[in-house]
């Protein structure tokens, strides 16, 4: 589904990948649709079924770390809050979630050295200026994870790396201080989780928002191929920009075609969706996998 089409709800925003409704004054429905976007850029082309797999390991995750900080889901089922003939638009692919007021600041985690913290690293030794050991190779694991916080661009925008004073002046000292802690430690508990099913996650992006008393709730989604990157346990080396289960596989082959990273973006093969969807299965299957 590249885009939802309710016309029993209000529709309030079409994101990246989300499309959100209102149900009532309090809560929202969230569509995972099949949009991929690369480089902040919306690709036309979906990848079929990317959306229920990423609601899926959403919803695992939340329970699994559900001890660490409250999170946004209402228990209440997607198909109950629009007409029955719209029920295969949400089925598998949606949350009911609290309405709450997001803070204008993406909380990424790092584990390894990869991406643009390894650009940053190659030009200033540092990473969101955090100092890191000097003779990192790429992919390299960190001595511990690190808070590297980055704004939130409007859409076909890029997000830019920021510093965490920065943050801090964003959504406020206390607020940060509570972004950061709580970041790190749904990070460790994932990656300590995810390594005994063979799974290293390289780095992740948490969202937070807050209710109308200031309370922290972690919302949107957490912990999929979308977010992360997932790298095989089986064949990770430093040096490389290792193989993975999400999104950096598509990443990878735009990086190889003459465009210059703005809309619109080359239209992907046959076999680049037929393996990304393969890839974000996988990824599932074996983080759910009893």
């Not at 309090?26 to 797999?53: C, E, N, W, Y």
């Not at 390594?195 to 996650?201: A, D, S």
């Not at 193989?243 to 080359?266: I, M, T």
Request: charged letters at 25%.
């Amino acid at each position: 589904m590249y885009e939802s089409s309710l016309k029993s709800l209000k529709f309030l925003h079409r994101g990246k990948v989300r499309d959100i409704y209102a149900v009532g004054e309090d809560k929202l429905l969230v569509i995972q649709t099949d949009r991929l976007s690369a480089f902040d850029v919306i690709l036309s082309d979906p990848i079929p079924g990317k959306g229920q797999v990423l609601t899926e390991m959403s919803y695992f995750w939340f329970d699994k770390l559900g001890h660490v900080i409250p999170n946004h889901l209402t228990g209440v089922a997607p198909e109950s809050v629009v007409a029955p003939g719209e029920r295969d638009q949400v089925a598998g692919r949606a949350m009911v979630v609290r309405r709450l007021q997001p803070l204008m600041i993406e909380a990424v985690v790092r584990g390894y050295i990869i991406g643009s913290g390894w650009s940053d690293y190659q030009k200033t030794g540092a990473v969101c200026g955090i100092k890191l050991p000097a003779g990192l190779e790429q992919a390299a694991k960190l001595p511990e994870p690190i808070f590297t916080p980055a704004t939130k661009a409007p859409a076909g925008e890029h997000d830019e790396n920021i510093s965490y004073e920065e943050a801090a002046k964003i959504v406020g000292a206390e607020l940060a201080a509570k972004v950061r802690a709580a970041s790190i430690q749904l990070y460790s508990e994932a990656t300590a989780y995810a390594l005994t099913k063979g799974i290293v996650i390289a780095d992740t992006k948490f969202e937070f928002g807050v209710d109308g008393a200031g309370k922290l709730y972690l919302i949107d989604e957490i912990l999929t191929p979308d977010s992360s990157r997932f790298w095989p346990a089986a064949s990770y080396r430093t040096g490389i920009s290792p193989p993975s289960f999400d999104k950096q596989f598509v990443r990878d082959w735009l990086e190889a075609q003459p465009w210059n990273k703005q809309h619109p973006a080359p239209r992907l093969p046959a076999e680049i969706i037929a393996k990304t969807t393969e890839k974000y299965r996988e990824a599932l299957k074996l983080l759910t996998s009893a």
